[in-house]
């Protein structure tokens, strides 16, 4: 058995699905969320974007990236929009987030030197400032023609250390 067999974690997450499933009852819900949400955030293990905004299932649609960059997500907030009826975006980035800790070219030389990979095509979308970070991301979806004047973007500051949220202007 190698040490990656060992650390797998499908066995474990299969069996906790297996108890979520049987006593699954929502099956039901709409697919449009119920609360006409959509919430961008990073994929930092450290958030639960459901307990910490008191979402259920059927709530609000929730997407994850490095960094919750509007860039990456883009395209689902316009889906959200657009097919599925959200009438409001919420974009949440956190203190202590890794997106701050490299730059491009940084993340470009270890990809060339760990795995001998052409990365230079890519903009990871790092940043250096968290609010200005933050800003920029809920200008892009403002300013963008694919998503209505009318749907209020919001910037949020996550602490990792405390739960709390402080709204960035």
């Keep these: 058995m190698t040490?990656?067999?060992a650390t797998r974690q499908l066995p474990s997450l299969l069996e906790a699905n297996a108890r979520?499933?049987?006593g699954f009852t929502k099956g039901d819900l709409p697919v449009p969320p119920g609360r006409k949400l959509a919430i961008l955030t990073c994929m930092d293990a450290r958030i639960d974007p459901a307990r910490a905004l008191g979402l259920e299932e059927g709530d609000a649609h929730v997407i994850r990236n490095a960094g919750g960059r509007a860039a990456d997500a883009l395209r689902s907030l316009?889906?959200?929009h657009e097919l599925l009826g959200t009438r409001e975006i919420v974009v949440i980035h956190h203190t202590e987030c890794g997106m701050a800790t490299f730059t491009n070219e940084q993340l470009r030389?270890?990809?060339r030197d760990d795995?001998?990979?052409d990365a230079s095509g890519i903009d990871f979308l790092p940043f250096t400032d968290l609010d200005q970070g933050?800003?920029?991301d809920v200008?892009?979806?403002r300013e963008s023609?694919?998503?209505p004047d009318d749907i209020p973007v919001s910037g949020l500051v996550y602490d990792v250390k405390t739960g709390r949220l402080r709204q960035v202007e």
């Design 3 to 5: 040490d990656a067999d």
């Design 20 to 22: 979520y499933s049987a």
């Design 78 to 80: 316009v889906i959200s």
């Design 109 to 111: 030389e270890k990809l």
């Design 115 to 117: 795995l001998g990979a």
């Design 134 to 136: 933050l800003r920029d």
């Design 139 to 141: 200008a892009l979806i």
């Design 145 to 147: 023609p694919l998503i």
